[in-house]
Structure formats: C-alpha cells, structure tokens
C-alpha cells in the first residue's frame, strides 16, 4: 500500500503539539517562590540559551495561543489533527497546593477552550501538580470533565518544602497511575528542565543532552519500581521517543538478569517498552528504525514538538526518511494514535 493509496479514513495525528496560556503565567506572576524557580532554570539552561529562547518564542506566539493560525501551520504539514499540550514551562512544580490547583485547574480551562475551537481537529491535555501528588487524582478529573483528553507530567518534581524530590516510582503516587489506569486517561511524559544542573549550561546541552536522559530516567523509574506491573494498561506517551531508553535498553536488561537489586519489576525491561507509547520525534531516521523495532510498530506516534525550534516543521517528511514498511509507516502517521484516541 502507497502513501497515496492508504485509506482515507487514517487521519495524519501529530501527539506532540504546545500551546501557550497567558491566564496561567498571568495566576504566578509575582509569586514568592516564582524567581527563584526562574532563577534556577537560568543555571541549568546559560546565558546563551536563554538570550536565544526570548526570540524564539516570541516568533512562535500566534502558533502557539492563535487556533486558526494552528490550523493553518497544521494544514501545511499535512496534519489532521493534533493532541495538544500546555507548554511545559507551565508545570510551576515550585507552587504551593492552592497556587498549583489554580494552575492547574486555568490549564485544564483554556487548553480545552482552545481546543473547542476546532473540536474535529484539536484534542487536549490538561495538566496535574505532580509536586503535590494528593492532588493528582482530583485535577485528573477535572481534565477529563473539560473534554481533554488526559494529562502531561514532566520527568519528576521537586518535593514540596525542601523535601525528596517526587519521582514516577514514589508510592504516593500510586492513586493516581490507578486512576489514570481505571479512566483510560493519556498521560503524556515529556521533562522539563534537567537535574545535571550547570554541567549541561552551554551549547544548549540542557536541551539536547538533558531531555533525553530526563526521559530515560523517568521511563526507568516507571519500570524497575514495578509501576507498569501494577497497571499494565497505563496509557503513556513519552516524548522524544523516550529518550536514550529504547536504543539502550539492553544494558538494563543485562543488569536486571545479574544483579538482585535491579529485580524490582517482574520481567526484563524492555519487555515494557511494548506497554508504552513513544511519539517518533527522534531526528534521526536510523533511531526511529530502532525504536520501531524495540518498542513494536503499533506503539510509535507521530510528534513534531509544534511549534518550537526543536521539534520538524516537517514531520511527514522525517517519517519517510526513516523508510519504513507502508503498514508501518501509516500506522505511525496515524493509524496508532487514532486507535488510542478514540472512545470506546
């Protein structure tokens, strides 16, 4: 089956989309706690990169808050429909209970209103204070109660007070991935920021090296704590193609096999990579082979990253570079996220 000749009735659906909420950045502006979350970014990204992200994000705004100019940037790429996402720069994971519901309930509110404008062809996620985890299951609700479609969470958040850091493995978490599990909510894990601090401070290594390894790191947590054991129907994209995971898997394997204290799931690790879903933004048509073969071909999902620099203004195009199987090229275009989408 060619590309020209692949039903009709498989939209082209882009998992990995942003959008940009003034009401949320409008609710923390001049919060105790806000500057010193900014201040901390600034560390982790440099002085480059954060001269270079001003710009960048401005030329993006319409894209990014405008549907109609969404709609027409996703009629030039060939794409149906996208599940859009806040922008992770609006996790504010530093912001007390009350401040963090407020966040989060703005977040669920307008992603939804904005999706309502186009509701053929714009699907939602909302958000969840992953910092405040007796929270999660309630705010979950309420993202679905707005029509999206589930929610976004990054690779971790810092503990509330000072405390450890809340990881995807902390137990308090637990309600929620069951929720998540019991609802058919998505979940889509896509890091913010890295915990190597300074050492990734130039050449925009917080970016490039530090997504990927977020990814990794939280995808692992999931795995070896016995998460994915316990609710194997989880719905979970990771973004980036999860990261150096996929490719690397291997030496998790191996370590799970030698090594007692590796045991903490019930079998080999990267028998979970076929229970996850991975959008294809990888940029690289030999990774995203790889990750085909490791993950399975029905767990792929088109991403792009819109509308921001790191992401392909042309997803399609490096979709066919990889030169995959028609069954398999069309089922990442589309055929794999319609499926997860729809409402039973």
């Not at 137990?171 to 913010?192: K, M």
């Not at 980036?240 to 080999?268: M, N």
Request: overall charge negative; hydrophobic content about 40%.
């Amino acid at each position: 089956m060619t590309e020209l000749s692949a039903p009709l009735s498989i939209p082209t659906i882009d998992v990995h989309a942003h959008l940009l909420l003034p009401e949320v950045e409008e609710a923390v502006a001049g919060r105790a706690g806000l500057t010193a979350a900014q201040g901390l970014d600034a560390r982790r990204n440099g002085p480059a990169a954060l001269t270079v992200n001003g710009p960048m994000v401005g030329a993006r705004i319409p894209k990014l808050t405008d549907a109609s100019v969404r709609l027409t940037a996703m009629d030039a790429q060939g794409v149906d429909i996208q599940l859009v996402s806040p922008s992770p720069s609006h996790y504010h994971y530093w912001a007390d209970p009350q401040l963090a519901e407020q966040v989060c309930l703005l977040a669920n509110e307008e992603t939804a209103a904005h999706c309502a404008k186009a509701p053929d062809r714009l699907h939602g996620l909302g958000l969840i204070p992953l910092q405040h985890p007796h929270l999660a299951v309630e705010l979950l609700d309420h993202a679905v109660e707005q029509g999206l479609r589930g929610v976004e969470i990054s690779s971790h958040a810092p503990g509330p007070g000072g405390t450890r850091e809340v990881e995807l493995s902390d137990p308090r978490l637990a309600p929620f991935w069951a929720h998540a599990q019991e609802s058919g909510a998505l979940v889509f894990l896509h890091p913010f920021g890295c915990t190597l601090d300074e050492r990734l401070d130039q050449w925009y290594l917080s970016n490039t090296v530090g997504q990927p390894t977020e990814n990794a790191i939280a995808l692992s947590h999931l795995i070896f704590s016995g998460v994915l054991d316990r609710h194997p129907g989880l719905k979970l994209i990771a973004a980036h193609g999860g990261g150096y995971l996929p490719t690397h898997i291997g030496r998790s394997d191996h370590a799970w096999r030698v090594r007692p204290d590796a045991r903490g799931c019930a079998r080999e690790p990267s028998s979970y990579l076929k229970r996850l879903y991975f959008d294809s933004l990888v940029h690289d048509p030999y990774v995203l082979r790889e990750l085909v073969r490791a993950a399975g071909p029905d767990r792929v999902l088109l991403g792009s990253d819109f509308p921001f620099d790191m992401g392909r203004e042309d997803p399609l195009d490096a979709l066919r570079a990889a030169d995959l199987p028609d069954p398999d090229f069309h089922a990442l275009r589309g055929g794999n996220a319609a499926a997860l989408l729809r409402k039973d």
